[in-house]
């Protein structure tokens, strides 16, 4: 679902580019001041990591000769808080973009906001913390009922607020690609037709990636239970170390972007498929010269274009992997660090 920069028209491009920014200097303020930061930036570095690794890994969608792979937002603001969350997604399509030429340089705001802001601060606080934080039905006393009490996190809520919800951010997400592309008028794409595609494939993914969420979540909570909800009581018994966490997700990284990544679907992704059929190609050329500049100048950025040494023969995607692992994991957790070093300040100038 990453757009390229010949779908866009340069006030669209620079409008979603705006609006980004704004989630990302708000999301920022917010984990600054309401999120605490201990522990914070391993878990943002590693779990940044782990998205960027499982994204290099496409797998078909049986019957259409399309590709998906999961975006990774419900998953983020899950384990990291919503505006966490968009911070660590944010730094995972910036390393595609710059450094391996997945989404275009002018796409990239439009990119930001279609697979991280909605999922972390629309489809997460509006789908998925409700369906997690539920209470019983018929809110029935706990000790009559042997219930968990209410805020607690079961297995089921868990599934289900994972799919749901990762379903949703996908809908709105790949929508959103349409109304972008339809208003910036670059390409012939018909409106009902381009939506008609992009739903349905972009349905079957959000199907799948719910249930990795759901499975990667299901993980987390059983290895450190109320990790996953600010409702659920810490003072049940002595607060876990997440060590094991980032250190269960730092190989799944590792063993994803080295290994898994060779065995990704060589098939079209969801929107390309779409495109090719709706448009005749799956490579649409701009012809405005702003585009066409940032198109230039997005070509001379990447070291490793495709994820892949300039041969193009494949060989490269494990070292691409490790490397764009790598990078992700410095820029989330910096990004982490320096907020709570601000914080600190801050804190001291208020003190004083």
Known sequence: MHMADALLSPGVGGGLYAASAAAVVYSAKRVQKDEPGQGKAP??????????AAQMVNFT???TGSSGHIAGGILLAALLGPSAGLLALSAV????CLCFADGGLLALGCNIFNIAVIPCLVVYPLFFKP???APPAGNIPAKRTGAAPAGSVSAKRIWAASVVSAIIALQLGSFGVVLETTASGIIEL????????????HLAIGVVEGLVTAAILAFVHAARPGMLAPLEAAAEGPSKS?????????????????????LASANPDGLEWSIARTAGTDEPTASNPVVSFFTTTHDRLPFMPDYDFKAGDGAGTPVAGIIGAALVFVLAGAS????RLYKRRRTRREKE
């Open 61 to 63: 969608i049986p019957g």
């Open 93 to 96: 399509l910036v390393i595609q």
């Open 43 to 52: 878990l943002m570095a590693v779990s940044g990591a782990m998205v960027f």
């Open 242 to 262: 997440i060590k094991p966490v980032i250190i269960a997700f730092a190989v799944i990284a590792a063993i994803t972007a080295a290994g898994l990544s060779l």
């Open 190 to 201: 018909p409106f009902a037709a381009f939506a008609l595609l992009m739903q349905p494939i």
């Open 131 to 133: 369906i997690l934080s």
């Open 336 to 339: 982490a660090l320096i907020i």
